[in-house]
């Protein structure tokens, strides 16, 4: 596709339950981000991918997110047991570069009942 | 890190220009200044960037000040649909690759 796809645009679990996200980049682009925007808030970095490199999981606020980046394309962002807390906006982001521009996808809306 | 300070809120008539400030008095000589925006229920769309020279696009145009301190985001005849929040980024030089999001300053166009 010509954008970034994400998928699912919506989920909605029990708290507990454990959620993948799935983030579709811009083809050919080396560099994928994922961030989350909780309601009202600005954009908090969670993970950044970059080739073959390790990826910088600096921002992942705790050891029940993960994420995996297949093949240098595809990635998943998993939660496991989810809490309320973590009900937010996950937006994915591809670049061609670790200093290009960014570009976003839609974002998957998650809430946590 | 630089930090940015914009203000948090601002209305714009339709058709007119559109001035966003932004403070950035700690930016270091190598570190770009990024503008992004948020629509309601979409991802962040890179708008322009610059390091010390204006800049000018399809979209925007973007003025830094020669000591670098601080820039405006110029919208040169904005609509209803640049209706959005905006977000004025400096690249964090350690860790390139990162953007860190602030508040932003949510623009209302107004017919």
């Known amino acids: 596709g010509a954008g970034v796809s994400q998928s699912p645009s919506n989920k909605v679990t029990e708290k507990g339950k454990d959620v993948e996200l799935r983030c579709d980049p811009i083809s050919g682009h080396t560099a994928l981000y994922w961030y989350r925007q909780s309601l009202g808030q600005g954009l908090e970095f969670l993970i950044y991918?970059?080739?073959?490199?390790?990826?910088?999981k600096s921002g992942l606020p705790s050891d029940r997110f993960s994420a995996e980046r297949t093949g240098g394309s595809v990635s998943t962002l998993t939660i496991q047991r989810t809490q309320q807390e973590d009900s937010a906006v996950y937006l994915c982001a591809s670049s061609a570069g670790r200093r290009e521009k960014l570009f976003f996808g839609s974002g998957t809306q998650l809430s946590v009942l | 890190d630089a930090k940015t300070t914009q203000p948090p809120s601002m209305d714009c008539a339709e058709g007119r220009a559109a001035n966003l400030p932004c403070n950035h008095s700690?930016?270091?000589?190598?570190?770009?200044v990024y503008w992004y925006r948020q629509i309601h229920s979409q991802g962040p769309q890179y708008i322009i960037h610059g390091l010390k020279n204006n800049e000018t696009n399809e979209m925007a145009s973007l003025i830094i000040t020669e000591d670098r301190k601080s820039s405006t985001l110029i919208l040169p005849h904005a609509t209803l649909r640049d209706t959005a929040v905006y977000y004025c980024?400096?690249?964090?030089?350690?860790?390139?690759?990162?953007?860190?999001f602030g508040a932003g300053t949510t623009v209302t166009v107004r017919a």
């Open positions: 700690t930016i270091s000589g190598n570190e770009y």
């Open positions: 991918f970059q080739g073959n490199s390790a990826p910088d």
């Open positions: 980024i400096v690249r964090v030089a350690s860790n390139d690759y990162k953007l860190s």
